[in-house]
């Protein structure tokens, strides 16, 4: 905008003379446009100033302008276009009921809307949320001091409705009315357009053929693992697919918006399901084996380690390009305990808790195993520009981070295809080395969600009581009896 | 011609709507000329510093009595008696021998705290001869001065008619009876200097914080003086409260400077911002259980930025504007520079440069300040200062610790309640305290009861006010309304 108004200024300021030559300046007029021209000159030096400034945080309501660029994956039709009685808005008792087999494709819609907690999404950023909210979006924007609300704003948007629609602005009632949807079926099933008429005739689960025309392929548990956890650890926007950025940082915490406290097997198990597991080899669909649930689990937890240097390389980047929305350094990329704990005196546990950080360095997110076993070099060298006394500047941070994320994408794969034998093995023998000396509320936290989905895959026989031991311990933070009652479950001596 | 006139009053009156520019918060220019005048103390005089042991000569300070005249090092000493009340800078050397200086050390990575050059700057007399006596702590000369040019004179006639200035600059002896000398030389330990810090490196290793407010450490019930002020109360003590302020925030921001100038030169020992110039609590608080105490209090800083040095900065504006009231014909000081630095502070990655320019021009206003303070100090006063002093400067606090219609706190911050309590409680102390102000005992009491950190089991403690949520913020609130209205000046209409 800026950039237009010096523009116009200097055409209007050149303007042919009519009454004399084009070589003579009258005399007359020349301290005039002297005085015009440095006036040019001094804003336009001035305002170039202003925008070079460093490390600045402007908190407003403003949205980016979008693009306009156009998407190659799909327009949103809404969940009226799923809904249809014949199509997927039939009968779903026996889904409810828990019963599925190959008709519960049929009833999907119905029982997602009966009980999905995704239909609230957007509710929750309006003046009624269809559950209770400890800080309501009004109070959150308030204190970020946003001139429009949440219902309006990408940020909120990105996650809580369909994220295509995220940017798409205010005026069209259409797009409004379907972000009431919440966060629909496209929203993980990729926007409907490019396929709605094809996929009632596929019958295979033909990998090329969903991509091709924008759906979300969900079978491979990676790949629903992914999906999932663009918003519920974050995502680079995804011009592709129109997605704004999907990023709930430090600064929309401290309004009052709930941390994200992500597993993905864990909230995977809570999740009324709306569809038949199965596993869908070459030879032909069949039930999903007994080591499903590790597998979920394992799989999950690298595939948020991924998604957590993803974000964080765009972060830096982002922060690099002085967006005003990014914040730099990124307070939620630390592990809050970090900083927000009591300070009880003796409560510093002794040098071995700080491994190989220094003093005043703080934890990088735990994402457990990963972030707490050598097994998984790929996140190694996250770990170590962050975990400093001065963490790399943006500057350094993207390419490592970027680089983590691609090797852990590759360990995701491997897990998913691997034998379920081998798998278990490396649940078996990993996890263990991993229990921490000094598990903190994340560590412990998720140690148990661990045990949890392993014990459902039946791959640990540890007696339950230890579990209920080791859970109200970590409930209490009494974590001497945490400890002990972990290292039982997990096996060491 | 006029066309051209037409176009410069349309770009003038677009910049100046602020069509062009973001919105910015206004800063004063960094250029103006600065106040020159500097108290004496600021700088550590160049001469031999003498043991402890060599003023402790019977006939001179080692007397062997108590509280007397010629027995101060006796009084001083924690090993001349087995009187378990002692001064505690005499056992600051044999701290670095218990278990919490070892585990700090080990978290260091340093060997023996008691060897560590890092420690001995505070924790014992800097450049003490012979070196063995830095086991005599904190001794004489860190507090008196090193006393190779005064050893043999200060005892005779002519000492006590050379001014004080004359003392420092040309003996080298920090007079004490001045509380400005005397507090600037407080803080080069309790608050930090170019050579010594106390960062968040040490304290994450187990290091107390330093929170210095110089009326609650004299008035320590575990401190006895080997000395009797010469000003009587309440004279001294809102005397004392002042001076301590400036001082201390003086420290504070040169400190700040100190670090800031590393950090512009890329220090790598010097993390940059440095968070132990930071509200603690801000951070250190658990989250999540209960309501947020923020919204208790009017002050509104960017999310997720602790503020800078409210233990400092809260009280000292009160101190300024009443140091008229506590030293007769000193004019309240210009700080223009303090309230500049604070936002600069409030960015999320602060240039350490601009930071470092800035607090060198924030601390030639405060040296201005005390050395205002300090001329006032040196000339013996000519009457008491009034009755009601010590009742006004309390009801200054209680009106600061409150936003403007009284309905909220000012600042919800711990340190910035806890600057405002202590404010009041030396005031109340000042003015004779239950006896003579029993309506204040109550609400300071509440006070102090909701500020204090939790108590645990014997032998452990909280460091930090675990569980002070919003419900204890407004009773923090409530207690300073009752202290806002019982220390209202009793003569004014209302």
Redesign the interface.
Same mark, same amino acid.
């Given at each position: 905008m800026?950039d237009v108004?010096v523009l116009t $200024?200097a055409a /209007? $300021?050149y303007r042919p003379q009519t009454k004399h030559t084009m070589n003579a300046v009258p005399s007359?007029?020349f301290p &005039?446009?002297l #005085?015009?021209t440095t /006036? #040019?000159a001094v804003?336009g030096v +001035?305002?170039g100033l202003?925008s070079r400034s460093? %490390?600045? #945080? !402007?908190?407003t309501g403003e949205n980016p302008t979008p693009t306009g660029k156009p998407i190659s994956h799909g327009t949103a039709i809404g969940n009226t276009g799923c809904m249809a009685a014949a199509c997927h808005g039939g009968p779903a008792a026996e889904t409810l009921a828990g019963k599925f087999s190959e008709h519960t494709w049929e009833g999907s819609g119905t029982c997602w809307n009966a009980r999905d907690p995704h239909a609230r999404a957007y509710s929750l950023l309006t003046d009624t949320p269809d559950r209770p909210v400890r &800080?309501t979006a009004k109070q959150i924007m308030e !204190?970020?001091h946003s001139t429009i609300p949440a219902t309006e704003d990408v940020r909120c948007l990105a996650c809580h409705s369909n994220p295509s629609l995220a940017a798409q602005g205010t005026s069209d009632p259409h797009i409004v009315s379907l972000r009431r949807e919440g966060v629909g079926c496209e929203s993980c099933h990729g926007n409907a357009s490019g396929w709605l008429r094809e996929h009632t005739t596929w019958k295979s689960d033909n990998h090329a053929e969903y991509a091709s025309v924008g759906m979300t392929p969900l079978f491979d548990i990676g790949d629903r693992a992914m999906t999932c956890l663009g918003c519920h650890v974050g995502a680079p926007a995804d011009p592709a697919r129109g997605y704004a950025v999907r990023d709930m940082n430090?600064?929309m915490i401290? &309004? %009052?918006h709930p !941390?994200l406290d992500f597993d993905f097997a864990e909230f995977h198990r809570e999740l009324p399901k709306h569809w038949q597991e199965m596993e869908h080899p070459p030879t032909g669909a069949k039930p999903r084996g007994p080591a499903f649930e590790a597998r979920m689990w394992l799989v999950g937890r690298v595939a948020q380690a991924e998604t957590a240097c993803k974000l964080l390389a765009d972060r830096a980047e982002r922060a690099k390009a002085n967006d005003p929305r990014t914040? +730099?350094?990124e $307070?939620a990329e630390f592990n809050?305990a970090a900083?927000?704990?009591? /300070?009880?005196?003796?409560w510093?546990s002794?040098?071995k808790d /700080?491994g190989t950080r220094t003093? %005043?360095a703080l934890r990088w997110q735990t994402i457990w195993p990963v972030t707490e076993s050598q097994e998984f070099a790929a996140i190694q060298p996250v770990l170590t520009i962050m975990q400093r &006394? !001065?963490p790399a500047g943006f500057g350094t941070i993207g390419p490592v981070a970027h680089q983590s994320a691609k090797n852990l994408t590759e360990v995701r794969q491997n897990l998913v295809a691997m034998s379920d034998a081998e798998m278990v093995q490396k649940a078996q023998v990993g996890f263990p080395s991993a229990v921490s000396e000094h598990p903190g509320w994340d560590t412990a936290g998720q140690m148990l969600w661990g045990f949890a989905a392993l014990d459902r895959a039946h791959v640990l026989n540890r007696p339950i009581a230890e579990f209920d031991t080791a859970f109200d311990a970590v409930r209490k933070r009494e974590w001497a009896t945490a400890k002990t009652a972990l290292d039982k479950l997990f096996g060491k001596p | 011609m006029r066309s051209a006139v037409v176009l410069g009053v349309v770009i003038i009156g677009m910049a100046g709507s602020g069509l062009f520019k973001r919105v910015e918060i206004p800063l004063p220019p960094d250029n103006t000329p600065l106040p020159t005048a500097k108290p004496y103390g600021i700088t550590k005089p160049p001469f031999g510093v003498l043991s402890s042991s060599s003023c402790a000569a019977a006939a001179c300070h080692g007397g062997g009595q108590l509280d007397t005249l010629h027995s101060e090092h006796s009084t001083w000493s924690a090993t001349a008696f087995s009187n378990k009340l002692h001064d505690p800078h005499s056992t600051a050397y044999r701290v670095l021998f218990n278990a919490d200086s070892v585990r700090i050390a080990k978290l260091m990575g340093m060997k023996e705290p008691h060897k560590e050059a890092l420690c001995l700057k505070c924790h014992s007399t800097e450049g003490v001869k012979p070196a063995e006596a830095i086991s005599e702590g904190v001794g004489c000369a860190a507090c008196h001065g090193p006393a190779e040019k005064w050893i043999d004179i200060h005892m005779l006639p002519e000492w006590k008619s050379i001014s004080n200035e004359t003392k420092f600059t040309d003996y080298g002896f920090i007079p004490g009876k001045n509380l400005v000398a005397r507090t600037l030389n407080c803080v080069t330990c309790h608050v930090g200097d170019a050579d010594r810090e106390v960062n968040h490196d040490l304290i994450a290793a187990g290091h107390p914080r330093l929170d210095f407010e110089y009326t609650r450490f004299q008035f320590n019930p575990t401190y006895r003086h080997h000395w009797d002020e010469v000003l009587p109360q309440p004279d001294f003590e809102v005397r004392a409260w002042t001076v301590g302020q400036a001082a201390t925030l003086r420290a504070a921001t040169d400190l700040l400077r100190v670090r800031a100038e590393r950090a512009a030169a890329n220090d790598p020992k010097s993390p940059w911002p440095e968070f132990s110039g930071l509200s603690c609590y801000a951070c250190h608080q658990e989250i999540g259980n209960g309501e947020v105490g923020r919204d208790a209090g009017t002050t509104r800083r960017p999310l997720g930025i602790p503020g800078w040095e409210l233990w400092s900065n809260t009280a000292a504006g009160v101190a300024a504007n009443l140091c008229p009231d506590a030293f007769p014909g000193v004019t309240p000081p210009e700080l223009r520079e303090l309230p500049a630095l604070r936002k600069l502070m409030q960015k999320r990655q602060p240039d350490p440069r601009v930071i470092a320019h800035r607090a060198k021009r924030a601390v030639a206003e405060l040296d201005a300040w005390l050395a205002a303070l300090q001329a006032a100090e040196d000339k013996t006063p000519t009457s008491r200062l009034p009755a009601g002093t010590p009742r006004k400067f309390a009801h200054a606090l209680a009106a600061n610790a409150l936003s403007a219609d009284r309905m909220k706190l000012a600042d919800s911050d711990w340190d910035a309640l806890a600057a405002n309590y202590l404010g009041v409680a030396a005031m109340y102390h000042a003015s004779g305290g239950k006896a003579t102000v029993p309506t204040w005992t109550d609400p300071i009491r509440g006070l102090m009861a909701e500020l204090e950190f939790p108590k645990r089991k014997p032998g452990e403690r909280f460091d930090s006010p675990a569980g002070f949520g919003k419900t204890a913020r407004d009773r923090v609130r409530d207690r300073f309304r009752d202290l806002y209205d019982v220390t209202a000046d009793p003569g004014a209409k209302p």
């Open positions: 800026h108004h $200024l /209007l $300021l007359r007029s &005039a446009v #005085v015009i /006036l #040019v804003t +001035w305002f202003q460093q %490390g600045e #945080v !402007r908190l &800080a !204190r970020m430090h600064d401290a &309004a %009052g !941390r914040p +730099w350094p $307070l809050c900083c927000h704990h009591d /300070l009880p005196e003796p510093r002794d040098a /700080l003093l %005043g &006394a !001065r | -």
